[in-house]
């Protein structure tokens, strides 16, 4: 049964004026809820800078402290662990198979093309993303299995929590593009976008009504290991 939710965007709080680039950094919080107030976990947010005439995008470039090891996605109980990842355009994904049996990962949408066996006992899998966009997976053994990559170009990104918040730190003053994602958000390319002027004193709180797909269930009516030595 598909869980349907309207789709409408809108802020509670004023927004401030636009600042110059070269401000102070700032913290911001955000906090994104849905029509009857509850919160939206899990649900992908990054911020993309704007030109102070909102011609195009400002380049963002990460700053030590959100220089990260490559991020790991694992294959355990036969599921992808986390479903949804979003990482940064030009770093690295490990993906970790936790399972004593073999997994055959591949790319099913989008712009990052690939096919790979994993095998049982840990075995591991580097893989470098440098273009921007969503990578849906799948298991060609596990046909029920799903998981999906979001690339971005921009350091400020996170995934809300349990109470629907997300923070992000050392953010320049300027004009941005928050833009809110999720792969079973039933808009164009599954995202919406809000635009709002940084710094903000307090948590902006962000209602997001709309229509939301259920989660695939991540497990097989009939399950059974696949052929020996696949």
């Keep these: ?90 770093y690295k994904l490990q993906f970790i ?7 055959h990962i591949y790319s099913a949408a989008g712009a990052k093309r690939f096919s790979f066996k994993l095998r049982k006992d840990n075995s591991t899998k580097d893989m470098l993303f440098d273009q921007v966009g969503h990578i849906s997976m799948g298991c060609n053994i596990h046909d029920w299995m799903s998981g999906h990559v979001l690339v971005v170009d921009t350091p400020f990104f996170g995934i809300t929590d349990e109470m629907g918040r997300v923070s992000f730190d050392d953010i320049p003053d300027a004009n941005y593009d928050l833009v809110i994602w999720h792969p079973q958000l039933l808009t164009q ?34 399950d059974f290991e696949f052929l020996e030595g696949y």
């Design 97 to 103: 198979n936790d399972d004593d049996i073999t997994h």
């Design 189 to 222: 390319d599954n995202r919406l976008i809000h635009k709002v002027s940084l710094p903000i004193t307090e948590t902006l709180t962000i209602t997001v009504s709309g229509l939301m797909d259920e989660i695939p269930a991540q497990q097989s009516l009939d």
């Design 1 to 90: 049964m598909i869980n349907h939710r309207a789709v409408l965007l809108f802020a509670g709080l004023f927004l401030g004026p636009l600042i110059s680039m070269s401000a102070p950094l700032y913290g911001a919080q955000f906090h994104l809820v849905d029509i009857d107030n509850k919160p939206m976990v899990n649900m992908v947010v990054y911020l993309q800078a704007k030109q102070s005439d909102g011609s195009k995008p400002v380049q963002l470039k990460s700053t030590p402290n959100q220089i990260s090891p490559p991020v790991e996605i694992h294959q355990k109980n036969k599921q992808f662990t986390p479903y949804i990842t979003v990482i940064q355009k030009g």
